[in-house]
């Protein structure tokens, strides 16, 4: 049997589904006293509502304040935010194992946490230290897999009409590359820089798997595809210098026509995270994804936060 928002608590939550790729969705719904008078104040309905979001990878939640009205307003309550929205409800996050993660308002320089957090007893999105560049913030990293609570609460006595838009939102692969502009034949990527090469302006010579002759590497360093076979009575000498005085190298590395669509890429070991030390948003993704699950045009009021 279906459950009523009235019938729900942070025990029961509204489960919006397990994520893995982005989603934008619009949050409706009404919260107040209703109905009877009750001991304390005016009541028989609800004040909270809560959802559920799992996410399977490491993800962004954004909420989203859209408007509200009131229920003898007749008007759009996405068409009415500012003032009346800031003050009517307010929007909590948590993880399921009930630490608290603080909200922070989005593009708002006069709320006091633009470009720094506040400090909380909470472990998340609250590490401020103004002795790092970067105060500590941790707005731009996302959440890790698991399971997370929305909760929406009414902050007066008065019946009214909420809006909040939900982003869930993935980044990209952050795997770091140098693009190479080599022939894919001649995408061999040494450790070291050698000042000496051969007449065709390649760093290196290379020597074949399996040897059909001795080499001797004594001028310029050489290279080899995967792996090298060396029969009995071959060898491979390889000098310390080059008469130049250039260091010598024997490389045995990859064979990256194996698989040409990477045979122009040179990986990096990036620090960890350090493609999210800045959190770009991409709208074009926004709209694909609220054309994906959703009807209708897509929200005008999105369109300021994915900056």
């Known amino acids: 049997m279906a459950v009523s928002q009235r019938e729900r608590s942070q025990y029961n939550p509204l489960n919006l589904g397990t994520f893995s790729q982005t989603s934008v969705r619009l949050l409706l719904g009404d919260l107040g006293p209703r109905s009877q008078i009750i001991q304390g104040g005016y009541g028989n309905y609800t004040y909270d509502h809560w959802f559920q979001i799992t996410i399977d990878k490491p993800a962004w939640i954004i909420a989203i304040k859209a408007g509200s009205k009131l229920a003898t307003e007749n008007i759009n309550p996405l068409s009415n935010a500012g003032y009346a929205t800031n003050r009517r409800f307010s929007i909590a996050v948590y993880d399921q194992n009930r630490t608290p993660i603080e909200g922070r308002n989005i593009n708002e320089k006069g709320s006091g946490y633009w470009n720094h957090v506040a400090g909380a007893q909470s472990d998340l999105y609250n590490t401020y230290n103004p002795n790092l560049a970067s105060e500590g913030n941790e707005l731009y990293f996302p959440l ?69 002759r001795n080499f001797i590497v004594d001028t310029v360093s050489a290279f080899t595809k995967q792996s090298c076979l060396i029969p009995d009575g071959n060898y491979v000498q390889v000098n310390n210098t080059s008469p130049q ?41 926004w709209r694909e994804a609220w054309r994906r699950e959703n009807l209708g045009n897509f929200p005008p009021f999105f369109e300021q936060y994915a900056v």
């Not at 990859?254 to 122009?264: I, K, L, N, R, V």
């Not at 350090?274 to 948003?281: A, D, K, Q, R, Y």
């Open 245 to 285: 005085g250039s260091s010598l190298t024997w490389v045995i590395g990859p064979d990256f026509e194996s698989a040409a669509q990477e045979s122009d890429r040179i990986l990096l070991d990036a620090t960890e995270n350090w493609s999210l030390s800045v959190h770009e948003h991409d709208i074009d993704v």
């Open 144 to 212: 890790e897999p698991g399971n997370y609570l929305l909760c929406i609460a009414a902050t007066r006595h008065e019946l009214m009409t909420y809006g909040v838009g939900l982003v869930i939102e993935f980044p990209s692969d952050d795997t770091q590359f140098i693009l190479a502009e080599d022939e894919p034949e001649r995408n061999f990527v040494l450790q070291e820089a050698l000042s000496v090469s051969n007449a065709d302006g390649t760093p290196f010579f290379e020597i074949p798997q399996i040897l059909d």
